[in-house]
């Protein structure tokens, strides 16, 4: 079992510009959730994806989207790069409400 | 509007020594809790689950507690290790919500 993945392990973007995040989500989960995490801080919730659709969102601007696929897998966007976007994006994954979320390893996003 | 505090913010500790991790959260109506390690620029590696109907749960050298009354949970590291030596965070999810609330982490230092 691989486990929760994420790609890529680290990415640098100019601002304005948009970056797509990729997660595929532990064997026999079927629940991705996404969160940011800003250097010395805890995660932030930015959404959860359930049988394609976002299910609950967190305080995060409309530049922020996502999608879920059939597969379960999933991509996070984000436009108009900001300088405050730097951060490590962490997935999460779970069984629909089950007890435990497993992380990825995040992805690395610097801004300049 | 659910908080969690973890105290303290750093610890360092000689290696050898049993340690307690502190996490707080100010609405006991949770579903369960969970508490994590993450190594510098890393993921996050789930240690224990404790759900609500429980009291601890132990995992090797690790012990948690939890006290929805008083909103309060533990971590026990008994005979602390250099390889110890990480980010500690805890996170609470609610009922009616999707999404963990993370404390801003316990830093640990285990020197030989």
């Known amino acids: 079992d691989a486990g929760v993945t994420q790609s890529p392990t680290h990415l640098i973007k100019t601002r304005g510009q948009q970056v797509t995040l990729r997660c595929s989500p532990k064997s026999g989960h079927d629940t991705v959730s996404w969160y940011q995490q800003a250097l010395g801080q805890g995660p932030q919730f930015i959404f959860q994806?359930?049988?394609?659709?976002?299910?609950q969102r967190g305080n995060f601007p409309d530049r922020f989207s996502g999608h879920q696929f059939p597969n379960y897998s999933s991509e996070l966007n984000v436009n108009a790069l900001l300088l405050g976007d730097s951060a490590l994006y962490l997935c999460a994954s779970s069984s629909d409400r089950g007890p435990e979320a497993f992380f990825g390893q995040g992805t690395r996003l610097t801004v300049v | 509007k659910q908080e969690v505090t973890q105290i303290p913010a750093a610890l360092s500790v000689p290696e050898g020594e049993n340690l307690v991790l502190n996490c707080s959260f100010t609405?006991?109506?949770?579903?369960?809790l969970q508490w994590f390690r993450q190594d510098p620029g890393k993921g996050l590696t789930s240690l224990l689950l404790?759900?609500?109907?429980?009291r601890e749960q132990t995992s090797g050298r690790l012990n948690a507690s939890l006290d929805k009354s008083s909103g309060r949970s533990t971590l026990y590291i008994a005979a602390s290790q250099p390889g110890d030596s990480a980010t500690y965070l805890c996170?609470?999810?609610?009922?009616?919500?999707?999404?963990?609330?993370f404390g801003t982490g316990t830093r640990l230092q285990v020197f030989p």
């Open positions: 404790i759900q609500s109907s429980q």
């Open positions: 609405d006991s109506a949770i579903y369960n």
């Open positions: 996170a609470v999810l609610s009922y009616n919500t999707d999404k963990l609330i």
């Open positions: 994806y359930y049988e394609e659709e976002e299910r």
